[in-house]
């Protein structure tokens, strides 16, 4: 339910521009499409610049800070050397052997608990090693309408392909098939099996899979089967898995053989368009199938009552033969979208009719479209929490801090909340009652401390209304203000339809990337990977990280003169000195000239005066050299020193 989507897929393509790793995924992404064989996968997950981007992409994911069986973090790792930490990694790769697996139980809602398996951070980057590697080559050959833990795309592009299914090919049934505790149960040998078929037969590769699906739990013992959740590569292997289920469905509709071959056209989002061969399909005793699936959550559409139980009977039948998977009796069911609804990712849904009072010739058609809803379930959940931030706004009295904060955290959630659930068409029927229950308590706790944006006015309070909620709320009169922060009104919300993805949005093309953002602009990338490859000796992982990251923000310039730098003339200077307790973060970095940073750390009267000359700063500059210099304290060193 983030509000920001988008970030992390642009972050992790900023990452592959910054290490030279892009062309590398896409050989691997072009040469999967044409059905190549790969034998030496190890090589490429061992260089240099992979296990570099491997330590980029988890350093910020929240889960790195979060310690395994060996108490170490994401933190313990950046403060290696980076020529120690590829020496490490490589060495690791020649013999795998992992480390035991920390067990983690998460509570679920229906009073059951979710077992998480969580690796050390030396495991976890080993995971990501490998995953950069194996991602492109198995995403060239995943089916369309899988949706779950894949790059670009998201649970709104599946629910998109839900209205899909029931507006536009008027499928009214749903085959809803539970398989029982997937994670647990995945078959260990047809996994690798299913990764040989793919064409990954590099048999060191596999069989350092095979030790990562096996690793120890701690205080349990060496698993079977299953693969553990909490594990980076495990949504990749589960894709995997399923995907010879998503090409199965599709065998028996979709991608069936005509006896006529169909001219090739193209629709307006570029895709392919296949009326004509559907039509002819039609016309046959086939059963008109399709499915949408996100990770182990998936739904089989049909349109009539008979082809669905046929349907049912096949999958669970299929899943146990080829996958060796149960399905739950209790959970999976056949649905008539007409009289019942559906669950699917938060969503309920059924179809109802549309235009019924126009149509009123006996000849014509009833067309039939998705009514959505918040799930039931998700629903209570949402109101035990906005009670709950609620109780939060209302707690603090003159601690004016706390209060901002909860504010913060209340506004944060609803946000998270209507950004998600705007794609229910009848979200604000679901969101109305528990508007006016929150509201009303709210407003009779805070009393006089709760205010209209009229009364604000009125009474000359300041108002702070953060960018986000100015833009999305300021048309609201439901929008409240406690003390002069802004309160999101819950009922304030429209809904939007669900857009399906584009076709050919990939990260691993020039075309597909140019969909999801543009590439380096006005940045000199032979330097950044000149930068990249020769990183400063003795220096920590996170200082040569960061130094990269600089480059790019700075688009290669000073920051205190502007001018551009060239490779030789490039120092990445700490703001507050390690001695003085300063850090290799990216906050307490910045990147300034050689004659730049010989000035910051002078001492010497003659010699400030000589860069001051050859620098000729105007007064913005000296006030930013200042700064920098007052960080330093370096009037009260005799003697120069470098950070």
């Known amino acids: 339910m983030s509000t920001t989507e988008k970030a992390p897929k642009k972050r992790k393509l900023r990452h592959a521009e910054y290490y030279d790793f892009q062309s590398i995924q896409d050989q691997l992404y072009a040469d999967s499409l044409k059905g190549k064989v790969f034998t030496g996968l190890v090589d490429i997950i061992t260089r240099p610049e992979n296990i570099k981007l491997a330590y980029r992409n988890i350093k910020k994911n929240k889960g790195s800070m979060t310690a395994g069986t060996d108490g170490r973090t994401i933190k313990d790792i950046g403060e290696l050397d980076e020529e120690r930490l590829i020496t490490l990694v490589q060495k690791k790769f020649k013999w795998y052997i992992p480390q035991s697996v920390?067990?983690?139980?998460?509570?679920?809602?229906?009073?059951?608990?979710?077992?998480?398996?969580?690796?050390?951070?030396?495991?976890?980057?080993?995971?990501?090693?490998?995953?950069?590697?194996?991602?492109?080559?198995?995403?060239?050959?995943?089916?369309?309408?899988?949706?779950?833990?894949?790059?670009?795309?998201?649970?709104?592009?599946?629910?998109?392909?839900?209205?899909?299914?029931?507006?536009?090919?008027?499928?009214?049934?749903?085959?809803?098939?539970?398989?029982?505790?997937?994670?647990?149960?995945?078959?260990?040998?047809?996994?690798?099996?299913?990764?040989?078929?793919?064409?990954?037969?590099?048999?060191?590769?596999?069989?350092?899979?095979?030790?990562?699906?096996?690793?120890?739990?701690?205080?349990?013992?060496?698993?079977?089967?299953?693969?553990?959740?909490?594990?980076?590569?495990?949504?990749?292997?589960?894709?995997?898995?399923?995907?010879?289920?998503?090409?199965?469905?599709?065998?028996?509709?979709?991608?069936?053989?005509?006896?006529?071959?169909?001219?090739?056209?193209?629709?307006?989002?570029?895709?392919?368009?296949?009326?004509?061969?559907?039509?002819?399909?039609?016309?046959?005793?086939?059963?008109?199938?399709?499915?949408?699936?996100?990770?182990?959550?998936?739904?089989?559409?049909?349109?009539?009552?008979?082809?669905?139980?046929?349907?049912?009977?096949?999958?669970?039948?299929?899943?146990?033969?080829?996958?060796?998977l149960e399905i739950s009796s209790e959970k999976s069911k056949i649905i008539n979208l007409k009289e019942d609804y559906a669950d699917f990712l938060g969503f309920k849904f059924k179809v109802v009719k549309r235009g019924q009072k126009k149509n009123k010739c006996k000849h014509h058609k009833i067309k039939w479209t998705v009514e959505s809803h918040i799930k039931d379930k998700a629903l209570h959940k949402i109101v035990h929490n906005l009670r709950r931030l609620a109780d939060e706004v209302v707690r603090p009295r003159g601690d004016k801090g706390a209060e901002y904060s909860a504010v913060c955290k209340y506004n944060a959630y609803l946000l998270g909340i209507h950004d998600y659930y705007k794609y229910a068409t009848a979200v604000s029927v679901d969101l109305k009652p528990i508007a006016f229950h929150v509201e009303k308590n709210l407003k009779g706790r805070l009393k006089k401390r709760i205010k209209t944006a009229e009364q604000c006015k009125r009474k000359q309070i300041p108002r702070n209304m953060p960018r986000v909620i100015k833009e999305r709320y300021s048309e609201s009169k439901q929008i409240r203000f406690v003390n002069g922060n802004a309160i999101i009104p819950i009922g304030f919300i429209q809904h939007r339809f669900p857009f399906q993805r584009k076709w050919g949005l990939t990260p691993y093309t020039e075309e597909?990337?140019?969909?999801?953002?543009?590439?380096?602009?006005?940045?000199?990338?032979?330097?950044?990977?000149?930068?990249?490859?020769?990183?400063?000796?003795?220096?920590?992982?996170?200082?040569?990280?960061?130094?990269?990251?600089?480059?790019?923000?700075?688009?290669?310039?000073?920051?205190?003169?502007?001018?551009?730098?060239?490779?030789?003339?490039?120092?990445?200077?700490?703001?507050?000195?390690?001695?003085?307790?300063?850090?290799?973060?990216?906050?307490?970095?910045?990147?300034?000239?050689?004659?730049?940073?010989?000035?910051?750390?002078?001492?010497?009267?003659?010699?400030?005066?000589?860069?001051?000359?050859?620098?000729?700063?105007?007064?913005?500059?000296?006030?930013?050299?200042?700064?920098?210099?007052?960080?330093?304290?370096?009037?009260?060193h005799k003697e120069s020193k470098t950070a």
């Open 512 to 636: 597909g990337r140019n969909l999801i953002h543009q590439t380096l602009q006005d940045v000199d990338t032979y330097t950044l990977n000149y930068l990249m490859r020769n990183p400063i000796k003795n220096r920590s992982v996170e200082y040569n990280d960061n130094r990269l990251s600089l480059y790019s923000a700075q688009r290669g310039r000073c920051a205190i003169t502007g001018k551009e730098m060239d490779i030789g003339d490039i120092h990445c200077h700490h703001k507050t000195p390690k001695n003085l307790g300063g850090t290799d973060k990216y906050q307490n970095l910045v990147l300034v000239c050689v004659d730049v940073h010989r000035l910051i750390h002078a001492t010497d009267p003659i010699v400030i005066e000589r860069y001051q000359k050859k620098l000729k700063l105007d007064a913005e500059q000296q006030k930013k050299l200042g700064n920098l210099r007052l960080l330093l304290n370096v009037e009260n």
């Open 102 to 324: 920390k067990r983690v139980e998460i509570p679920k809602d229906n009073g059951k608990i979710r077992p998480l398996g969580i690796p050390t951070i030396m495991d976890r980057l080993i995971q990501q090693c490998v995953l950069q590697v194996l991602e492109p080559i198995c995403e060239a050959k995943f089916h369309d309408h899988s949706y779950g833990f894949r790059p670009t795309r998201s649970q709104i592009q599946a629910i998109a392909r839900v209205h899909q299914n029931t507006n536009v090919l008027q499928l009214k049934y749903v085959v809803d098939v539970d398989i029982k505790s997937f994670f647990d149960n995945v078959n260990h040998g047809k996994l690798l099996k299913q990764l040989w078929t793919l064409g990954i037969r590099d048999k060191k590769l596999l069989c350092i899979i095979s030790r990562m699906l096996k690793a120890e739990v701690a205080k349990i013992g060496f698993p079977e089967k299953g693969t553990p959740q909490g594990g980076i590569i495990s949504p990749l292997l589960s894709n995997v898995v399923l995907n010879e289920l998503d090409w199965w469905i599709a065998s028996q509709w979709e991608e069936f053989p005509t006896k006529h071959q169909y001219k090739e056209q193209v629709n307006k989002g570029g895709g392919p368009r296949k009326g004509n061969k559907y039509r002819a399909l039609r016309e046959t005793e086939l059963k008109e199938i399709t499915c949408v699936r996100y990770a182990d959550d998936f739904l089989i559409f049909t349109n009539n009552f008979q082809d669905a139980v046929k349907i049912f009977h096949a999958t669970k039948n299929w899943l146990q033969d080829r996958l060796a």
